[in-house]
């Protein structure tokens, strides 16, 4: 077979051994007599590899035991969502700095939930196109602010956060595009958001990382499926 | 190989030949080169996979085309927000018929969006326990109700409704745990919805079937990703 590597929007291709490793083990997972797919939620054979991928993953990003890992639904577009109704409160704002369609895509998201203002943004009248970061003169950032919601990278036009700004409202950061792609640190982050399909994995999974003292500041009074404490690992 | 069938809670067992089938297809789809989980969900070899579940669902249930089918994500604990979120507004009601917890489990997340009122339950004081379902004349069903929704099954009690109900507001069914098990008159229903692990395949989607006149009613203020309408085929 000659493999095609898809580099278009969407899904990324993934490497042969990893796909050969799940073709050999779909019918049947560990001698269990079940696939994978077949075993339930709450069973041991399931759990392991749950658990097994929480822990690769917070080795892979060096993540310490005050973040959650949480594997979720919906894309980062349902995030756009879910973010602004776990922590807008009445009275708050949110600080988002625009570089692109995704990061425009999550401030729109905000408008059902509360009220969001553009710490910055690199385009503009007489400047269509996100050609840059922001300097980090430009920042204009409310240290009450719930939190700052930043893009790492605008795939259109090649915008990509080099170094993350220090903020004193937690930092929140849709990596969707280039999560994994090289050592990040993660302590300035108080959550990252990354659906798995464009650098880790196939679609249907949404990676939410979230620090646990973050976490704590997060409203219950919104429906039980989108709190991301419904989610987490006691 | 041994196989072991999974009664469990959670995903059901599948059928071999479909596990065979997955499994032979997973490295390469259609000489295209990529596994169908690489391809771009906007190409061609997606959208003929996509297209034609949805016809073979449409032909299982009897479907015409004054229904769209939708795939989603989030399971049926999702729909118990996003129902009442597409539906409920200031001034209107639900009527929610209980035969069991995930009744309950719908109804309880109907009050973030707006009000809803139980037309009817089996259980109460001094019958905590759901052993039936109500009688024709125990529905105390509002005509102008934004609309009707039940459970086609109860697995715990295993109070099933043999036949539905005909009601004047749209009725909105959750049949996670019986679609598709017999022949079911749809067109009484404005909606169904089915999480898929138990009846249909794997976890990870969720069958949404929405009366195309239904939709027409629905909410266009709340997040886009949450709307029926931003899934819809058109």
Redesign the interface.
């Known amino acids: 077979?000659?493999?095609?590597d898809?580099f278009?929007?969407?899904?990324?291709?993934?490497p042969?051994p990893a796909?050969?490793r799940?073709?050999a083990e779909?019918?049947?997972f560990e001698g269990?007599?079940?696939?994978i797919?077949?075993?339930?939620?709450?069973?041991k054979a399931y759990e392991r590899v749950h658990f097994e991928a929480i822990a690769l993953l917070k080795e892979l990003l060096g993540l310490g035991d005050d973040m959650h890992v949480l594997f979720m639904?919906?894309g980062a577009?349902?995030q756009?969502?879910t973010l602004p109704m776990n922590f807008l409160r009445p009275g708050t704002h949110a600080d988002y700095v625009i570089t692109g369609g995704w990061a425009e895509k999550a401030l729109?998201?905000t408008k059902?939930f509360g009220e969001a203002r553009v710490a910055a943004t690199t385009a503009g009248p007489g400047n269509p196109k996100y050609t840059r970061i922001p300097k980090a003169e430009e920042l204009e950032l409310d240290p009450a602010a719930a939190y700052v919601h930043l893009t790492s990278n605008n795939t259109l036009f090649g915008t990509q956060w080099q170094t993350f700004p220090e903020t004193k409202a937690p930092l929140v950061v849709d990596m969707s595009s280039d999560i994994l792609w090289r050592p990040t640190d993660m302590s300035k982050m108080s959550m990252v958001y990354a659906g798995a399909q464009k650098n880790v994995g196939?679609?249907?999974v949404t990676i939410v990382l979230i620090r646990k003292d973050f976490l704590k500041s997060a409203r219950e009074?919104?429906?039980?499926?989108?709190r991301y404490g419904t989610l987490r690992i006691r």
């Not at 077979?1 to 095609?4: D, E, G, L, T, V």
Request: charged share 20%; hydrophobic share 35%; net charge negative.
């Open positions: 077979m000659r493999r095609i898809n278009n929007a969407g899904p990324s291709a993934l042969l796909l050969e799940a073709q779909l019918l049947e269990t007599g079940m696939s797919i077949e075993h339930s939620h709450r069973g639904q919906g577009s349902q756009f969502a729109e998201e059902w196939p679609s249907g009074d919104i429906p039980t499926i989108f």
